[in-house]
């Protein structure tokens, strides 16, 4: 993205030009608190049912955009890993914020809203607790150890929701 190729330099239009489709969020979603990584993973895992060419369009987007990177998964010659930056786990309170807000306004299922309740209540310390989880997982960087993990609470209460509901996991 650069100037000659957006309509403003409002943030607010920049950031939607660069994730507002209605896609990428989905798959940056998955990555986070699903753990998928790979192609076949957000194919057949996700709620929502993305069409291949779509999600290979969007993994291609992502990337090109620094927000995942690719590299060849050593277990197998013909798959690919993928993995948030910096830059897509910044995104972190705008998707706690904008599950916040579907929660208030849409007809959400306790299941899948859950883990966006936990980050709501838990606000910017377990955003930074879970923010620090991804850092370790994608980038390597080693997690300061302060107490039980963000991750850990948000799948303890899916689970219990999913157990409430009397359903089965399928973790978004």
């Known amino acids: 993205m650069t100037p000659d190729t957006t309509r403003s330099g409002c943030p607010i239009n920049l950031t939607l030009e660069a994730l507002g489709d209605r896609w990428s969020l989905i798959v940056i979603r ?17 709620e929502e049912g993305i ?3 779509i999600l290979a369009d969007r993994l291609k987007r992502l990337t090109e955009g620094g927000f ?6 050593p277990s197998h010659k013909q798959k690919a890993i993928y993995s948030l930056t910096e830059k897509a786990i ?4 705008l998707l706690a914020a904008m599950g916040a807000w579907g929660r208030r306004h849409t007809p959400v299922t306790k299941t899948l809203s859950v883990r ?6 838990g ?3 377990l955003w ?5 989880e991804l850092r370790e997982i994608h980038l390597g960087q080693p997690r300061p150890k302060t107490g039980p993990k963000a991750s ?12 409430e509901e009397g359903g089965e996991t399928s973790q978004p």
């Open 90 to 93: 910044q995104l972190v309170p």
């Open 152 to 163: 850990d609470q948000m799948r303890d209460a899916y689970l219990a929701a999913v157990k």
């Open 128 to 132: 930074s607790q879970f923010m620090d």
């Open 30 to 46: 998955d990555m986070m608190f699903g753990n998928r990584r790979h192609f076949r993973e957000f194919l057949t895992q996700s």
């Open 68 to 73: 995942l990177t690719r590299a060849d998964d």
């Open 116 to 121: 966006a309740e936990i980050l709501e209540k």
């Open 123 to 125: 606000g910017p310390t």
């Open 51 to 53: 069409a291949s060419n």
